[in-house]
C-alpha cells in the first residue's frame, strides 16, 4: 500500500502543463524521515568516493577555477557545518545505487506521476542529493534528460529561460550532447529579462521543459536539494537526433534542419548515432575522474586542506 503521496499540490491542469511550461508543486519530502538532519548526516559520512563531486568555487562566475576534493575523517554532522560555513557544494550521484531506500522513494514519485498523467512513462531515472554552501551559483546551463529540482533545506533562487533561440540552438545542445558539458554556454545579462524567476524554499519542486537553460542562485543559507532526471521514450529519441544532428554538423559539415522523432529520417539517424556514439566523435568528458586537491579541513570547519600531488 502506498504511503502519503509525495505531491500535495497537484491539479489535473499540471498534467497539461508538464514539460510544456516551468512548474512549481509542493512535495513533502523535507518532512520526510530519509531528509531529517541526522539521516542527511549520516548519507554524507559514508557516501563513497567514486559517487560523489566535492568542488570548490572560486570567484562568482568563475567557472575555470572550480576544483575538486574529497571528504576524511569528518562526521556527517561536521561535513555539513563545514559546507554551511564554506564555499563549496557536494554533488552526491547515484543515490539509489548507494543507498535503495532513496531510490523507493524515486519510484514513488514517478508512480504518483503516472497515475496523474497515464501517458507518461520513464526509464534511466536518476537521483542526487546537493548539499551546497551559503550563495553557490550554478551557472548557466541546459541539460539532455528531463529535470527537477527538490528543495529540501534553504533557499535558492532558480532562473528559467525558454527552450528556444537564442536561449538555447540546436547546435548548443548537440555541443552538450557530443562533449557531455553542460557549461560554458554563452549568456547575456539581458537574458534575465526572459527568465521565470522561482525562489525555492523547502517543500518546492520546480520542474521545467526539455533542455530549458536554467541557471541558480543559493540565497545566504545552507541549501540541499535533490535533483531528478529521467528519459522517456521521446526524449530518448530526441536525444537521438540531437547526436546524429550533432556528428552531421560538427563531422560532416552538414547542416542538419530536420529534429523530427519518427519516420525514416529518424531512424537513418538512430542507425547513424548508434554506429558512432562510442567512437571518438562523441567524446563525454568523466568528470568524475578529476583528482581531487583538497579536502574539508577537520579541524577547521568551513575551510579547506590542500592535497598535497602524489
Ligand atoms: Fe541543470
Aim: proline share 7%.
Amino acid at each position: 500500500m502506498r504511503q502519503e503521496p509525495i505531491f500535495t499540490s497537484w491539479l489535473p491542469r499540471h498534467a497539461e502543463l508538464w514539460g510544456h511550461a516551468p512548474m512549481r508543486l509542493k512535495h513533502r519530502l523535507h518532512e520526510h524521515e530519509l531528509f531529517t538532519n541526522e539521516a542527511l548526516a549520516r548519507l554524507v559520512e559514508s557516501y563513497p568516493r567514486e559517487h560523489y563531486n566535492l568542488v570548490q568555487w572560486g570567484e562568482h562566475g568563475a567557472s575555470g577555477s572550480w576544483r575538486e576534493g574529497e571528504i576524511r575523517g569528518l562526521s556527517g554532522g561536521e561535513i555539513i557545518d563545514s559546507i554551511a560555513k564554506g564555499r563549496v557544494w557536494i554533488n552526491m550521484r547515484n543515490l539509489p545505487t548507494v543507498d535503495p531506500r532513496y531510490g523507493e522513494v524515486m519510484n514513488g514519485i514517478f508512480e504518483e506521476l503516472e497515475d496523474y498523467m497515464p501517458a507518461f512513462r520513464t526509464f534511466t531515472r536518476k537521483l542526487g542529493l546537493l548539499i551546497s554552501s551559503p550563495l553557490s551559483r550554478t551557472l548557466y546551463h541546459a541539460d539532455l534528460p528531463g529535470q527537477s529540482l527538490w528543495q529540501i533545506r534553504g533557499v535558492k533562487r532558480v532562473y528559467i529561460y525558454p527552450n528556444a533561440a537564442p536561449f538555447i540552438t540546436p547546435e548548443l545542445i548537440e555541443r552538450v550532447a557530443l562533449s557531455g558539458v553542460e557549461v560554458n554556454m554563452p549568456f547575456e545579462p539581458w537574458y534575465d529579462e526572459h527568465a521565470t524567476v522561482i525562489d525555492i524554499e523547502p517543500g518546492d519542486m520546480l520542474h521545467w521543459p526539455l533542455n530549458a537553460p536554467h541557471r541558480v542562485d543559493n540565497h545566504d543559507c545552507l541549501n540541499v536539494s535533490m535533483t531528478m532526471e529521467y528519459f522517456t521514450d521521446d526524449i530518448r529519441r530526441t536525444h537521438m537526433v540531437t547526436v546524429a544532428n550533432g556528428i552531421l554538423r560538427s563531422k560532416l559539415g552538414l547542416k542538419p534542419r530536420e529534429r523530427t522523432i519518427t519516420g525514416p529520417a529518424f531512424w537513418s539517424k538512430a542507425v547513424l548515432q548508434r554506429a558512432l556514439r562510442d567512437t571518438s566523435w562523441v567524446k563525454r568528458q568523466n568528470r568524475a575522474r578529476r583528482a581531487p586537491e583538497f579536502r574539508l579541513d577537520p579541524t577547521r570547519p568551513g575551510c579547506v586542506a590542500e592535497i598535497e600531488a602524489a
